[in-house]
C-alpha cells in the first residue's frame, strides 16, 4: 500500500540512526573556489554541480558582453598564468576539463541528535566548450559527481547537470539568449523543506528553459526574460520499504523578470527590477486545498563597480508569495552579491537572498526563505589561498507555525601544485534548530575533507 507525502512529516518509532534521516550531502561544502569552471558559475567549488537559481536573471552563462565587469579583480578571480592551463581550441570552439577525486568524513551522516559517523568518497568531472569568437556564443558545459559511503549506502548517489546555451548579439550592444539547463540533484534531508522520513534521499530532476533579452539606448538598459521550469520528483520509499507517493510535489513554474538599469558614470548603474513567478503542481487540489502559488517581488539597487573597491550588485524591496486559495505571507527583499576588495590580497564576499521553497508537505507547500553568506578569502602566498565562510539560512512555512534556522562555519584551503593540478580541503561546523512542526529536527554536524583537482 503505497502513502502520500502528507503522511510521513516526522520519524517513524522505532527506527535506529543508521536508518532514518540521513544527508545528501555528506560533508559541508567548501567555500567557493571560483577557479573551477568560473565564466559561468555553474560548478564553482560544490561537487554536487548545482546550477544557479533558475529564478529569471540567475547567471546563464550567456549575458550581454556589456554587462560583465572590467574593475577590480578579487582572490580568487585573479589571473594565475604560471598556475593556469589555457583552454584547449576544438575547431572553432575552446575546451575546458576537469576531473578530481575527494575523501571526507561526517561525525553526523543522518542529521540527527544523536548523529551517526562515516567516511566517503567523490569523484566528480565537469567540462566547458564554448566558441572561440569576439561576437555571439554559443555554450555547452556539465558535469558529474559520485559519492560513495564505507558503512551507510543508503546516501550513495549520483548527481549531474547539463547546459546549453547561446547569445546572438545585434548591433554593438543589444543581444537576444537563450538557455536550456537540466539538473538530477539528491536533496539534503531533514531540513525545514525535506521532512520526510525516506529509506534515501530524495531525487528531483529539473529542467529550465530562458529566454532573454538586452537592448541599450544611451545610458540605459533594458533587459526582459522568461522561464519555465520542470521539476519532477521521484516517488521514495519508508525505511520499512513502503512507497511515498512523490507526485504531489511535482510542479511547473512560469517566471518572467524586467529590469530597466541607468549608468550613473564609469562604474556604478542604478536598476529597478520587477519579477513574478506563478507555480502549478500536478496535483493542484489535495485534501481540498490548492496548493499552486504566485510569488511578486520588486526590487531597486546598484550594480557594477559600485566603487573602487565594490563591486558585484545590491538590491532591496519587497517580495508577496501567495496560495490560491488565499493564504499568503510576504516582507522585505533582498538580492546581494557584492565582493569588496579590502587589500589586494584579501576579498570579502556577501551574498543575501530571500526566496520560496518547494517544501514535502500538502498543508503548506512553500516556505519562505533567508539566506546570508559572508566569506573571506585570502592569498598567503601566489599558490595558496585561505578561505572563511559564516552563513546563517531561516525558512518559514508560508501559511502555518513552522520552520528552521541554521547558522554555520567553514574554513578551507586551496594550493596550486601546478598548471594542472590543485589541492583543497577544509573543515564545516553546522547548528540547525527547528521549530513549530519540526521542532524536534535540531542536530549539530561537523565534516572534513580532502581532495586533488585534475585540468586538462
Not at 519532477?232 to 523578470?257: C, F, K, Q, W
Not at 524586467?258 to 529597478?272: H, K, M, N, Q, R
Amino acid at each position: 500500500m503505497g502513502l502520500t507525502a502528507a503522511v510521513l512529516t516526522a520519524p517513524a518509532a522505532g527506527q535506529s540512526i543508521g536508518q532514518s534521516i540521513g544527508s545528501t550531502r555528506s560533508d559541508l561544502p567548501l567555500p567557493l573556489d571560483r577557479s573551477t569552471m568560473g565564466q559561468t558559475g555553474t560548478v564553482r567549488g560544490d561537487p554536487f554541480l548545482r546550477l544557479p537559481r533558475v529564478d529569471v536573471g540567475a547567471d546563464s552563462g550567456v549575458a550581454d558582453a556589456s554587462t560583465v565587469l572590467t574593475r577590480g579583480v578579487t582572490v580568487q578571480d585573479r589571473p594565475r598564468p604560471e598556475f593556469s592551463n589555457e583552454p584547449v581550441p576544438v575547431g572553432a570552439f575552446l575546451l575546458t576539463a576537469e576531473g578530481g577525486a575527494r575523501l571526507g568524513y561526517d561525525v553526523n551522516v543522518f542529521r540527527q541528535r544523536q548523529g551517526a559517523s562515516d567516511a566517503y568518497g567523490l569523484l566528480t568531472a565537469n567540462g566547458r566548450l564554448a566558441s572561440n569568437t569576439s561576437r555571439h556564443l554559443l555554450l555547452l558545459e556539465g558535469g558529474v559527481a559520485e559519492r560513495a559511503y564505507t558503512k551507510f549506502t543508503t546516501e550513495s548517489g549520483l548527481t549531474y547537470a547539463g547546459h546549453a546555451g547561446g547569445r546572438l548579439d545585434i548591433g554593438q550592444r543589444d543581444s537576444l539568449s537563450l538557455d536550456v539547463r537540466h539538473e538530477h540533484q539528491l536533496r539534503e534531508r531533514n531540513t525545514a523543506t525535506e521532512i520526510l522520513s525516506t529509506r534515501r534521499p530524495v531525487r528531483v530532476d529539473q529542467t529550465a528553459l530562458t529566454l532573454s533579452g538586452h537592448k541599450r539606448l544611451g545610458r540605459i538598459g533594458f533587459d526582459l526574460a522568461g522561464v519555465v521550469t520542470r521539476s519532477d520528483y521521484e516517488d521514495a520509499e519508508t525505511v520499512d520499504r513502503i512507497p511515498i507517493d512523490l507526485d504531489v510535489r511535482n510542479n511547473r513554474s512560469y517566471g518572467a523578470r524586467l529590469d530597466v538599469s541607468y549608468e550613473l558614470g564609469p562604474g556604478p548603474i542604478a536598476f529597478a527590477a520587477v519579477r513574478t513567478e506563478r507555480r502549478r503542481y500536478d496535483r493542484r487540489i489535495v485534501e481540498g486545498r490548492n496548493r499552486d502559488s504566485k510569488q511578486y517581488e520588486v526590487l531597486a539597487g546598484l550594480r557594477g563597480d559600485i566603487t573602487p573597491l565594490l563591486r558585484g550588485q545590491i538590491g532591496v524591496g519587497y517580495i508577496y508569495a501567495e496560495l490560491n486559495d488565499g493564504r499568503g505571507a510576504g516582507g522585505p527583499s533582498v538580492d546581494a552579491r557584492l565582493d569588496y576588495l579590502l587589500t589586494d590580497l584579501t576579498t570579502v564576499s556577501f551574498e543575501g537572498r530571500r526566496e520560496l521553497r518547494n517544501v514535502a508537505s500538502i498543508t503548506t507547500p512553500e516556505a519562505l526563505a533567508s539566506r546570508l553568506t559572508l566569506q573571506v578569502d585570502h592569498e598567503l602566498l601566489p599558490n595558496l589561498i585561505l578561505s572563511a565562510t559564516a552563513g546563517y539560512d531561516r525558512a518559514s512555512y508560508l501559511d502555518e507555525d513552522g520552520g528552521s534556522t541554521e547558522i554555520e562555519g567553514r574554513v578551507g584551503a586551496t594550493y596550486l601544485i601546478n598548471r594542472r593540478f590543485r589541492l583543497t580541503g577544509g573543515v564545516g561546523y553546522r547548528n540547525r534548530n527547528g521549530f513549530g512542526r519540526i521542532a524536534d529536527r535540531d542536530y549539530n554536524q561537523l565534516g572534513a575533507n580532502i581532495g586533488i583537482v585534475a585540468r586538462l
